[in-house]
Structure formats: structure tokens, C-alpha cells
């Protein structure tokens, strides 16, 4: 293998496959990232086996710089390639595979030579794109992403509650993240009709979001077994969870006694204040709702106490006082991202239900707490 | 105790103040900060018991707000007095002891009730100026430490060397830091005659730095016991480390064979590129030196190998071989901050000395490295 590319395309590429890659794989070679020439392409794979990421690049002698002396492939541990690439001061950079598995990696007048690993023992990994497709903007899946993966639970003891469930039943798309405390959904129309019902890792929608670039189309396979994101040259397929996800639909009340609309800058800032004031590492705030006013209190008997008053936008129903995690309700206005939010109750030990003001493909749902004091 | 301040000007005096406060401090009083009114002053207090800083701010309606409604003082936690001031969301801010120890601080709509300790059980602090004193240029001081305190040991084996050395005999200064494998030392002239021969913990002194503003003249007073830097209303006081600070001045060699004069920038980089080849987590750099070039190179049987050549300015001397550790040499060339540095060699198991070419107030020297490559 024998080949020269501009500096900022290789290094870009490295860096978008080796999001993959652990440092502390089980398997030596799933430290490295596989770089490949192959019918004048270069193929670079980083995988940690649930989550595989190859990126493709072709001449585009307009763009940049990328020729092929000889074809070949080779394995190099992944910090040392992003290092080393990252490192040389030249715009311009040869990798050649000059020894067995030592391979010169060279640029002005540095040169590296490295011990790689025989990539005939890398992992075959199946990129075959399942017939199972929809195209979407890449604004429109960061925000399903955003909107919906924070929700997701970070405890193995139910595994599918890990991920967010992707459905499709027609052309409907609802995606749904809950840990069983809170609960996101999102909700969009599709080109094209669709059935589905797979749950996606959040780690791997995490490292989609990284990855996507605006203005992107954006092409998602999946099947049974995986799921894939096209996009552009890059695609990122991810391993699904196994298990059948809640039924969650009728967790979600309909009807509702107390509704608040409030700027949502001014509630973000007041629970951030008011979380401050935690007992054992959880912050529990009151809120306490009339017509005219809405108090965020906080308490903890190491700490001290909090109280700070809001005007509320609009109030409608009777008083009401209702405890809840601050970082729950913090994390879902938050991702929610309009100036203006509804919060709609159902009484004070019920699940209640955000929304932003303008936007109605997504809630957030949140149970209350109990408090004694 | 109740005052009035702006919010600015309190938080800036906390944050400060709060430099010198560990979070793990066996004595609960030490993780909180001293907040005292005291003829018309405020006085703050962070303290780890090693190094304590005071902060005195005054009345002074043109720039500020500090209104001073009765006097008296209180301990709180220093994490839940800065998080609270830095979140208030208010110009000013108003803290007042209400009831025993419990303290009110509030802002604009938000107020926190904050359980506050009793300042009578803080310990005393003896701030009294000693009368060995000198008078040193902000911008000055801070390129002592720099250039001096990296090169302290961080070994408590021999405690003396994890400090700077300041000494004085006459209108001259020395500053010496060393960890026996490296040592670096700064000369300066002062404007009055003293006598002393301290050492000063080199944490203090990077708490001394990130405190010190451009343009500000620091008085250091210095007794057997403490030493005090006084930058403007804040003074900044440290023990000192017991022990007798090794002679160093007849390590340093005064005859060389070979001079390199080099670009600091070009030797800064291929180190660094080299220095990513470790053995065992160190990067022995070899430096091969001739009229015409000089070879940076580095080994390791486990990655691999890097070459780098770089033309000198100007080399004197036979062909030289000479290794040494890819970091000292870094470190010290960075801080001499030059454009060209002048490094000067007398045999391959000798100390060598690296000069900043335009600077002779400074130097650093190096022990190299024995390789059997």
C-alpha cells in the first residue's frame, strides 16, 4: 500500500472513523483503524463491534490531493495514526507499508514509521445496506436525537430502555426515550411508508450526532439486525437492542386540570438556581402555581433553602404545588428549545406533560415526587 | 452582618479568595470562606492552612456598589457561596446573617437561605507584614515563575525541591528551581539591598501567577517563616519549605565545546512530533548536531520510530550525538519564550545549557539520557 492525500481530508476521516474505535477493546486489532486501498478508493473502518463507522474517499483532484502508488491495506492503533497525522506540519501526507507491517507515514521533512497490524485479521464487518430505507435532513434527525436520547436510561437492568425506539407503522415516525422516570417523544411524517420497530443504542445515536453535518440528506437502513446512517461517504451501523420496547402510548394523559405557559428562559434559570440546594445529590424543587404567580423553592437540611418567584405567561386552574427532579425538568425544557413552553398537569402526584409552545411533534413527560415536608 | 455589594466585584473577591481553599480540608472552618464587615471593610479569607488569601474591599461608589448595613461576620462553604453569587441573576446582591448562622443572600427575585458556620472558630490568621521587603514588576514576577517553578520535583522525597529558591544577597536575585535532572534559574536586579535564602512551595507560586494582573507593581515581603505577596488589596500568603536548598551554582558548566543556535519554534515542533514515540511512557529524543543539520529522531520498539531533520542557524563544533528526554527539553525551551535559543554542549553525558539568545537573565540546563541504541 502506497499512497498520498492531503493532510486535512486523511485527518478528518481518521478522526470521524475512529469515533468507533475503544481504547480499551478486548480485541487488538478493534484499536486500530483499518486503512484500505482498493480500486483507486480509500476505505478507512473503525469499529468496536456495536458500533462500526466506514468512510470512503475518492480522487477529486479539484478538491484536494489523493493518488495511489499501490493498492494494499493495513491496521495502525488508532491514537498513534490521529497523533502522528495530526502532528506533521505538511500539507500533503505519504503512508506507505514499507516492511511487513511497518508502515512510513511521511510529510515535509518528518517521517514516522510505525508497527501496524496484518489486516487480514481485522473483523469482517458487513456494510450491505438492508432494503428497509428513509431519507431525512440532517436537522431534522440531530433534533429527534436531541430531543429524545438525554431520556434514555443509563442502567443495564432493562436494557431496551437503553436506546430510543425507532416505529414506523405507514408513514409515521415516532421515536420514543424513557428511563421509566421521564419519558421523550417525537413525532414526524415520513416520505415513504414504513414498517418498523427497533431500538437504537443512545451511545450510537450520540456518535451519529457528532457526525451529521447541516444540509445533509440523510439515508437510514435498518433491518432486524442493524441499523445504518448514510451520510454522504460515511456511514455509521450500529448493532439494534434486543427486546420488546414498552408500550408506552397509554402512559401519556389526554386530559388535564392545570395548564402553565411560561418563558422558558426564565424557568431554565430558576431551576438552575434552585437545583443547586441538593439532599444526598438530588435536587427536589416545589413549584407552586397560581394566576398570579409561580414560586421554585428548594430545600435540604444540610444546605439550606431557595425561593425565588416567576411570573407566570398564563395560569389555568385551581392552586396547585408539585414537586419534581430539577434535572429532569431542566433537561426537557431545555432540549424543547422554544422561548415559550406549556406545562400541563393532571394533579400534584400525576405525570405531567411539557411542550414547547410552537411545536407539537414533541412532549416530554415527567413524574412527579413525593415529598414530606 | 448584612451588606449590600455588586455582583461583579463579590463574586471576582470570592473567586480569589477561594484559590487558596481545598475541598478536603480535615478542618471543616478551612473549606468555607471568612466573610467579615469590619469598619466599613469587607474582608474575605480562603485558606488551606499552607497558603492563605485575604482580599479588603472599601467603599468606593464611583466603580461599585457596597453598602454596609451592620457589621459582624460568618464561615460559608466557599463551593455554595460561589455557586449561589455566580448564579444570582442581579447586579447587586445582599447577604445577611438572620438567624444564628443561617445566611440570606439574595438578588434581583431569587434568595437563598444558606446554613453558614460560626467565624469564631475560624483560625486566627496572622496577615502582619515582615519587614524584609522589595518591590517587583507583575509582568516580572509571573516570568520568574514560569520560567523557574515547571522545573521544581513533585517527589516528596526531598520536600526542598518541590519549591523555587529565592535568594538574595545584595540589589541581585536568584531564582532557582531543580529535581536534580533539570534546573532552571532566573536572575534579576533589585531596586533595594536585602538578605535571605527562602524557598517558596511551588504551588503557591501558580496561585501567585493565575492572581497576579498585568501592570501591577507587588510588594513580596519575606521573613524565616511565611512569605506575603501583596497585589494591591489582595496579599497572598505562604509558609515556607524547611530544609537547606542545595548549592547549584557550581553545576552549572561554564565551558562548552559545541553551540547550536536554533529557530525555538522548529526544535519546539519536531520534539514534540518526536516525543510521541514513548518507551514505558517517556520519549527519549536523540539529537544527532553537524555544520549542516541536525536530526531529531526517537525510538521505541513497541510503536516504532520517527526522523526529523531541521536546519540550525548556526552549529559550532564537531558531529555531536546527544540524547535526552523529550519533554525537559520542551518545557524549557517554551518558557525561555525567544525566537532563537542557544543551546550549548560539552560531551554526550554532560549537562547542557539552553539560553534564550536575546535574554541572559535566564538559563536552563539539562541533564541528558544514556541510550545503548
Redesign the interface.
Known sequence: MNFKISKRVFFNALSIVSRAISANSPLPWLSGVKIEIKKGELILIGSDSDISIQKVIQSNPDEYVFEVKQEGSIVI?AK?IL??VR???ADEITIEVVDGN?TKISGH???????GMKSSEYPQIDFTMPSKQFEIKADMLLKIITQTSFATSDKETRPVLTGVNFKSDGKVLECVATDSFRLAKKTIQLGVDNQFNITIPAKTLSEVAKTIEKDLDIVVCVSDKKAQFWIDNTVIQTRLIDGLYPETSRLIPSEFLYELTIDSRDIL??I??AS??KSEGISIIKLSANANEIIISSKSS?????????KPIHYKGNPLEISFSGRYVFDAVRVLSGSVIKIEFSGEMKPFIIRNAEDDTVLQLILPVRTYS
Chains 1, 2 share one sequence.
Open positions: 492503533e498513534y497523533e502522528i502532528k506533521i506540519d511497518l521533512s518528518a517521517e514516522f514509521i510505525i508497527n434559570n430558576a438552575d438556581r443547586f440546594i444540610e444546605v439550606g433553602s431557595s425561593l425565588e418567584k416567576i
